[in-house]
């Protein structure tokens, strides 16, 4: 099988961050490249880098200096790696996963043919266990194990993701995504482009989930909110088709909202929808990102 680098993000929590690197060490991941999105002034990944000690990992470090978000933060790591490594397959994860003994080599097997596929294994989360394969219902924008509904499509979960070295290609991820939402538009062009989607049972990642990026806060909010109306535009519809869909999420997303505003006894679920509405309207994106003093520390 071809060498497997990781890439990961690492956001203020150098505790989180070091154990899934412990545990990408334990499944025998010896090159990890990791993107600081903190936007702290280096304390936490020195902290880090402290606390890895004699690690054994080699560590490829990018410093941005601001939180690139998901989507540009592992484009960025994968430009690394275009231009300093050659025909590796790439484990993407979140720092707020470890890797169930024997993951990475079932997904390295997954993917070790000539033919471009990407793949998953389950998830541990806050849930339960659940599949890696998971179906994004367009006309509700939301995610069911169920299957696709009336109309939808299949997409592996991103918090941890096994690539082809053919598609270790910058950009992989639309930009366009801050946090939330690169999963579901990666999954579906890559199937509309005849990548295969492999969900790999036999591995498993142990996946902390949204309760660590701020789950309820602004940030979430508008975030989610607004990953589901950018991707009215990527799901291929024509103009009747999309305003079918934007109907669809004046309902739903507006019934979400106010589910999280009456369960947080809050309005910033209602708050973040309205940004988000505004700001795909106006083409922009606000980065949203706490200040390092009040942010608990997340991923994805």
Same mark, same amino acid.
């Given at each position: 099988?071809?060498?497997?680098?990781?890439i990961?993000?690492?956001?203020?929590?150098?505790?989180?961050?070091?154990?899934c690197? *412990?545990?990408?060490?334990?499944?025998?991941?010896?090159? /990890?490249? #990791?993107?600081?999105n903190? *936007?702290?002034?280096?304390?936490?990944l020195? $902290?880090?880098?402290?606390?890895?000690?004699?690690?054994?990992?080699?560590?490829?470090?990018?410093?941005?200096?601001?939180?690139?978000?998901?989507?540009?933060?592992?484009?960025?790591?994968?430009?690394?790696?275009?231009?300093?490594?050659?025909?590796?397959d790439?484990?993407?994860?979140?720092?707020? $996963?470890?890797?169930?003994?024997?993951?990475?080599?079932?997904?390295?097997?997954?993917v070790?043919?000539?033919?471009?596929?990407?793949a998953?294994?389950?998830?541990?989360?806050?849930?339960? #266990?659940?599949?890696?394969?998971?179906y994004?219902?367009?006309?509700?924008?939301?995610?069911?194990? $169920?299957?696709?509904?009336?109309?939808?499509? $299949?997409?592996?979960?991103?918090?941890?993701?096994?690539?082809?070295?053919? #598609?270790?290609?910058?950009?992989?991820?639309? *930009?366009?995504?801050?946090?939330?939402?690169?999963?579901?538009?990666l999954?579906?062009?890559l199937?509309?482009?005849?990548?295969?989607?492999?969900?790999?049972? *036999?591995?498993?990642v142990?996946?902390?989930?949204?309760?660590?990026?701020?789950?309820?806060?602004?940030?979430?909010?508008?975030?989610?909110?607004?990953?589901?109306?950018?991707?009215?535009?990527?799901?291929?519809?024509?103009?009747?088709?999309?305003?079918?869909?934007?109907?669809?999420?004046?309902?739903?997303?507006?019934?979400?909202?106010?589910?999280?505003?009456?369960?947080?006894?809050?309005?910033?679920?209602?708050?973040?929808?309205?940004?988000?509405?505004?700001? /795909?309207?106006?083409?922009?994106?606000?980065?949203?990102?706490?200040?390092?003093?009040s942010?608990?520390?997340?991923?994805?």
């Open positions: 099988m071809r060498d497997c680098i990781a990961l993000l690492h956001f203020r929590s150098a505790a989180m961050t070091r154990s690197i *412990e545990s990408l060490a334990s499944e025998g991941v010896s090159t /990890v490249v #990791l993107v600081d903190s *936007e702290d002034c280096g304390a936490s020195h $902290a880090l880098k402290e606390s890895l000690g004699e690690a054994s990992v080699r560590l490829h470090v990018i410093e941005p200096g601001r939180n690139l978000g998901f989507a540009a933060g592992v484009n960025r790591a994968i430009e690394l790696i275009e231009r300093t490594m050659s025909n590796v790439v484990l993407l994860i979140n720092s707020d $996963a470890t890797l169930a003994q024997g993951t990475v080599d079932v997904l390295r097997r997954a070790a043919g000539d033919l471009p596929s990407i998953a294994p389950s998830i541990d989360g806050p849930t339960g #266990l659940v599949p890696a394969r998971t994004y219902r367009h006309f509700s924008a939301t995610v069911s194990p $169920a299957g696709p509904g009336w109309r939808g499509h $299949a997409l592996l979960g991103g918090a941890c993701l096994m690539l082809h070295h053919s #598609l270790v290609r910058a950009p992989l991820f639309d *930009e366009s995504f801050f946090f939330y939402g690169d999963d579901i538009e999954s579906f062009r199937a509309k482009g005849g990548i295969e989607l492999l969900d790999v049972p *036999e591995g498993v142990i996946h902390q989930g949204s309760g660590s990026s701020g789950n309820g806060s602004l940030f979430y909010e508008y975030h989610m909110a607004r990953a589901h109306l950018l991707m009215v535009s990527r799901l291929g519809y024509g103009l009747g088709g999309r305003i079918c869909l934007v109907a669809g999420r004046v309902v739903f997303l507006g019934l979400r909202a106010s589910i999280r505003s009456i369960r947080f006894r809050a309005i910033r679920p209602w708050r973040g929808l309205c940004v988000a509405a505004l700001d /795909v309207c106006l083409g922009r994106c606000r980065s949203l990102t706490p200040p390092a003093s942010s608990p520390g997340s991923t994805h």
